[in-house]
């Protein structure tokens, strides 16, 4: 059974990185899938962030692309998501999922964790 | 604003069904539709990929169709633990980006 564990701190300062880590059980990150981050402000829908392939390339929200860096670890079998210059916009429920290609769809996700904007 | 629409919420009996739709342009329909199934709180579930295709364990109460621009997930024998946000997602080839319906939520009542 795969499951993916989101893990980072739940409150950031304004204007600052916020740093969340993945960790993938159940399957290798070096599997023939995406790595994928997707965030839900309050109230609101699912937005794509972006997603990595084992081999480090990366994919990314034209929306947010300026900000974000996703990595990718394979000797944890976990990755990463660095979103900088933090602002209220960025308080989110923030999930990652595994981005299957069979059927491209995102079969996998973690439980999600809150991120909140803090001064 | 999402370029996917949906209606915020549909409702119906124990034992009847319900039908979510998902509409958009060609540029985002014209790909694959996959829905999802999430209960706040918890990790969201895919339901259905590729237009119509079940994932294992998900019960055949669950269909998906597509055609043109115009996605539908029907959901029949409706349960109690069938409440849940219900999000359509394609990709669009306009924006570069995967894209997610704004949800309908399914009320049993």
């Known amino acids: ?118 001064s | 604003q999402s370029v996917l629409t949906q209606p915020p919420s549909v409702s119906g009996a124990p034992g009847q069904r319900v039908t979510i739709s998902c509409s958009g342009s060609s540029s985002n329909l014209g790909h694959d539709v996959h829905w999802y199934q999430h209960l706040p709180g918890t990790a969201p579930k895919l339901l259905i990929y590729a237009n119509n295709n079940r994932p294992s364990g998900v019960p055949d109460r669950f269909s998906g169709s597509k055609s043109g621009t115009s996605a539908s997930l029907t959901i029949t024998g409706l349960q109690a633990d069938d409440e849940a946000d219900y999000y359509c997602q394609s990709y669009d080839s306009t924006l570069s980006t995967f894209v997610f319906g704004p949800g ?6």
């Not at chain 1, 969340?20 to 962030?49: F, H, K, M, Y």
């Open chain 1, 1 to 118: 059974q795969v499951q993916l564990q989101e893990s980072g701190p739940g409150l950031v300062k304004p204007s600052e990185t916020l740093s969340l880590t993945c960790a993938v059980s159940g399957d290798s990150i070096n599997s023939n899938n995406w790595w994928t981050w997707v965030r839900q402000p309050p109230g609101r829908g699912l937005e794509w962030i972006g997603e990595i392939y084992h081999t480090g390339r990366a994919d990314y929200n034209p929306s947010l692309k300026s900000r974000v860096t996703i990595s990718v670890d394979t000797s944890k079998n976990h990755f990463s998501l660095n979103l900088t210059s933090m602002t209220a916009a960025d308080t989110a429920v923030y999930y990652c999922a595994r981005h299957g290609v069979n059927g491209w769809a995102f079969d996998y996700w973690g439980q999600g964790t809150l991120v909140t904007l803090s």
């Open chain 2, 104 to 109: 309908t939520m399914v009320t049993v009542l």
